[in-house]
């Protein structure tokens, strides 16, 4: 299910060569409606353009769950849900065969345990950890996927093999221990992508430009 982010853990940049970026930029900072080809204007960074959207959704009994990601042309990753809005600044790619993948999707592994703990409700008493980079992060979801894009496909690879079978495409996401602000999304394909970012601020966005629609 979609709910990365549970309520209790919780260069310059540029755009089209002549284009007038700020011609059509509004103080709506809402960023669930971009496409392709529309731009956020982040402070101190300048303009960074949407390049791929993924629309997504995922139902659990009557209850359905949307959000977006948002690829921008510097590589980072915008999630736009329900429980806000985050940038992804950071990839990480784990290949099969490597001792991190087996612990996070091999058997047994970190998302086994955590769905067998979800199932007999025990996570929150028993929760599950990880340690990355350093830092020690709380698994707080997994889930499918069959997204709809629209754009080219990103250049990181577990994102350019997303298939139409939602079974083949697992999403999860980590908050860290010390700091709640941090998390990480994950995506399994063949190999996982691991995500690092943060919430965006109110005050992260200078203005968001949008295409005629």
């Not at 700020?22 to 303009?47: C, Q």
């Not at 067998?116 to 929150?124: F, L, Q």
Request: hydrophobic share 35%; with cysteine.
């Amino acid at each position: 299910m979609k709910l990365p982010w549970d309520k209790a853990a919780r260069q310059n940049g540029h755009g089209a060569e002549g284009r007038d970026w700020s011609a059509g930029t509004t103080g709506d900072h809402n960023l669930g409606d971009l496409e392709p080809g529309d731009a956020i204007t982040f402070w101190g960074e300048g303009d960074r353009v949407v390049q791929t959207v993924y629309e997504c959704g995922e139902g659990i009994g009557e209850r359905e769950y949307r959000w977006k990601w948002i690829f921008l042309d510097d590589g980072s990753l915008v999630e736009h849900s329900a429980d806000g809005q985050w940038r992804y600044t950071e990839h990480q790619i784990v290949p099969q065969g490597s001792a991190l993948f087996s612990d996070l999707v091999g058997p047994d592994g970190l998302l086994e345990q955590f769905e067998a703990r979800v199932r007999t409700d025990s996570v929150g008493d028993d929760p599950l950890w990880v340690d990355l980079k350093g830092q020690r992060y709380r698994v707080t979801s997994t889930g499918t996927v069959a997204p709809k894009r629209r754009g080219p496909s990103p250049s990181l690879g577990p994102w350019a093999q997303i298939v139409k079978s939602a079974d083949r495409n697992v999403y999860f996401s980590f908050v860290a221990a010390e700091d709640e602000n941090a998390g990480v999304l994950g995506l399994w394909t063949s190999h996982v992508c691991l995500s690092y970012g943060r919430p965006i601020g109110l005050t992260d966005i200078d203005g968001v430009f949008r295409r005629p629609r």
